[in-house]
């Protein structure tokens, strides 16, 4: 209780400039906090919404039937927005009767190039605001503790002896805004190298699974070439028996 009373003193006795700069760091790391808590919460639900769509769809389920269910989705998770963006071009495609598969390919994989850059952006967001904290908070800190030394060091000017019970206050201040400041950076800093990390492997199962997708989409448009090249040559051959 005594320590805890006498840093708020220390806090209370600080000049302006040392209070504002404390109250910055204060407003940071409360901003931070909520920022790793909201990350947390959707980082967690992106994963097991990733994995729980990975199961439905290698579990031979019809891909139309599966995009309906997707679209039914209030909150579609970042892989079945790449899902649907991916089959929406690939339906498109045929509907333009595209008979050539690379070309087929082509504008799927681009809508799912597309779908996937705007998931990153979303999975990264307010990320800068925690590495802004983790490295400029020291420094801000710091400036609080300098300028807080400064302080005193002008204040001793007016004393005839100077004596450590009259210097220790003062630099005891200072020094508050530096742990204010590193309580700020270094929870932010480990989050930020997490949730970077996180982030990186949803990316990588997204473009892994596009991959797949892509595979598996191509196979179809091979058939379905295979398919219209057998029905051209069975339609002339058509029309000459109906001639005789």
């Given at each position: 209780m005594n320590e805890s009373v006498s840093i708020i003193s220390l806090i209370a006795n600080a000049s302006i400039v040392v209070?504002?700069?404390?109250?910055?760091?204060?407003?940071?790391s409360v901003m931070s906090w909520i920022v790793i808590v909201q990350r947390t919460r959707l980082l967690s639900a992106s994963r097991e919404g990733m994995l729980e769509f990975e199961d439905r769809f290698w579990s031979?389920?019809?891909l139309n039937d599966l995009y309906r269910e997707c679209q039914k989705n209030p909150v579609p998770s970042n892989i079945e927005n790449v899902f649907m963006a991916g089959l929406k071009e690939f339906s498109k495609m045929r509907q333009q009767n595209t008979s050539d598969p690379d070309a087929v390919m082509a504008g799927v994989q681009r809508?799912?190039?597309i779908a996937i850059t705007r998931e990153s952006e979303a999975l990264?967001?307010?990320?800068?605001?925690?590495?802004?904290?983790?490295?400029?908070s020291p420094y801000v800190g710091l400036f609080g503790t300098v300028w807080g030394i400064m302080h005193s060091f002008q204040?001793?000017?007016s004393v005839k002896?100077?004596?450590?019970?009259?210097?220790a206050p003062g630099i005891s201040e200072a020094l508050v805004a530096t742990a204010m400041?590193?309580?700020?950076?270094?929870?932010?800093?480990?989050?930020?190298?997490r949730f970077a990390s996180r982030v990186d492997q949803q990316v990588t199962a997204m473009q892994t699974f596009a991959d797949e997708f892509s595979s598996?989409?191509?196979r179809q448009a091979l058939k379905m070439q295979q398919s219209a090249k057998t029905e051209a040559v069975k339609a002339p051959a058509a029309s000459k028996d109906t001639e005789r």
């Open positions: 209070q504002l700069v404390m109250l910055m760091l204060l407003a940071a031979g389920v019809d809508a799912m190039r990264d967001t307010h990320l800068p605001f925690l590495a802004t904290v983790g490295s400029t204040g001793l000017a002896q100077a004596t450590i019970a009259t210097v400041g590193l309580f700020a950076a270094i929870p932010a800093v480990i989050f930020y190298n598996l989409l191509y």
